[in-house]
């Protein structure tokens, strides 16, 4: 299967970590469809870690854990499609899990059979105790090449956290996302970090194989498993707005059951969803400011992606501890004033409309915030 943009769902490990059961997930898919999730594009609801017995079955099948899911899991898939939604669930390329559940080593075959007759959708693919002797390329295409041979399209999320060079062989190895950070938390420095150290890893995503930043901690307000000191919602804006602009899958990790208003203001804002879902599928460039290139460890920087329909969504990101000034040159953009044309910048959080009079547009960013537009291309 191809898979065109990146995927959008809710993952269950953010917020409920091994504590997943049933009723959980049934009241999960719920909120997706009753929040208006689902309509706004989250179609994969994702069962991680922790969901199965402590070992396989006499017949070397893995077997949901009876107290968690009663019903078994066909049962749980069963529900999460009649609500419209797709299914996920979680092994590993080792004999373990992260969590020490067995995982699919030597048993990728079996696995994907029981993974397309429970009616997976998408599995999400770890990369704990894996054996040394193997090569994680070799690990990831197994399993690869038995979802491809199992019967049922399943989107296939490679995790192993980008080390040993994942960017270079995962695009070989089937997986139509792969991880390319360790785990994120509930905080800013987290975002931070996994933002900056995946600037100059944009050239390696593209449709069919997109990068992974992690799944979104919007809306944790620092409760949950991957809860640590929690974010403003300023913080939480840039976050997805970044997410979005670099082609990550926007998996959501909250509680969906319960979230705020701004929560909900923030994940179903559809102009950020467009940019990242955008059909042309161009990843995104940076715009010269002063920078030297996209391995520029600058904590300001200001993002384009050119869209389908010629727009320009222009994102002027600040993750420093203080306010700055940011511009963007419509020069540096690649329209230079001979063109005879130039932006109306529409802002995609404050709903503002700024026609460009001047070949450079500049204003004051917050700290740790954002600026993000979709610039339309009109004669001066
Ligand atoms: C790893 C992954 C996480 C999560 C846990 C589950 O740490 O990176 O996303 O799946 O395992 O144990």
């Known amino acids: 299967m191809f898979v065109q943009k990146p995927p959008m769902g809710w993952n269950s490990w953010n917020t409920f970590g091994p504590d997943i059961n049933e009723e959980v997930v049934m009241r999960s898919a719920d909120a997706m469809v009753e929040n208006g999730l689902l309509a706004a594009g989250y179609e994969y609801l994702v069962i991680d870690d922790c969901w199965s017995k402590r070992v396989r079955g006499a017949d070397g099948r893995l077997e949901a854990d009876p107290e968690k899911f ?21 092994s590993c390329a080792g004999p373990l899990t992260c969590a020490r559940y067995p995982g699919s080593f030597d048993h990728e075959f079996v696995d994907a059979a029981t993974f397309a007759a429970w009616g997976v959708d998408y599995l999400k693919y770890d990369y704990c105790f894996h054996p040394s002797t ?29 080390v040993e060079d994942t960017k270079v062989w995962m695009p070989g ?49 620092g409760k949950g498993h991957a ?7 300023e913080e939480y804006r840039t976050h997805f707005s970044l997410w979005a602009f670099l082609s990550s899958p926007l998996m959501i990790g909250c509680d969906i059951r319960n979230m705020s208003e701004a929560t909900r203001a923030i994940l179903l804002n559809p102009e950020v969803i467009a940019i990242n879902q955008d059909g042309a599928g161009r990843m995104a460039f940076r715009i010269y400011d002063g920078n030297t290139g996209w391995n520029d460890p600058a904590q300001s920087f200001v993002l384009g992606r050119l869209m389908e329909n010629g727009d320009i969504a222009i994102g002027l990101f600040n993750l420093a501890d203080g306010a700055c000034c940011q511009h ?16 109306v910048l529409h802002d995609v959080w404050s709903g503002e409309d700024i026609v460009m009079n001047n070949e450079i547009f500049q204003c004051d960013v917050p700290a740790h915030g954002c600026r993000v537009f979709r610039a339309k291309v009109v004669e001066c």
């Open 173 to 221: 190895t089937g997986c139509h996302l792969w991880r390319s950070t360790g785990d994120i938390h509930d905080s800013w420095a987290s975002i931070k970090m996994i933002a900056q150290g995946q600037l100059a890893d944009q050239i390696y995503g593209r449709p069919n194989c997109f990068n992974d930043m992690d799944m979104l901690v919007v809306g944790m307000y």
């Open 70 to 90: 009663p019903h078994g899991m066909k049962h749980v898939a069963d529900y999460v499609h009649s609500k419209g939604l797709k299914f996920g669930m979680y």
């Open 328 to 343: 963007v040159s419509t020069e540096n953009l690649g329209l230079a004033v001979g063109t005879g044309r130039t932006l």
């Open 134 to 162: 193997r090569r994680g390329e070799d690990l990831y295409r197994r399993m690869g090449i038995a979802l491809a041979n199992c019967g049922r399209d399943i989107v296939f999320s490679g995790c192993s956290w980008g």
């Open 227 to 233: 809860a640590l000191t929690g974010c403003t919602d």
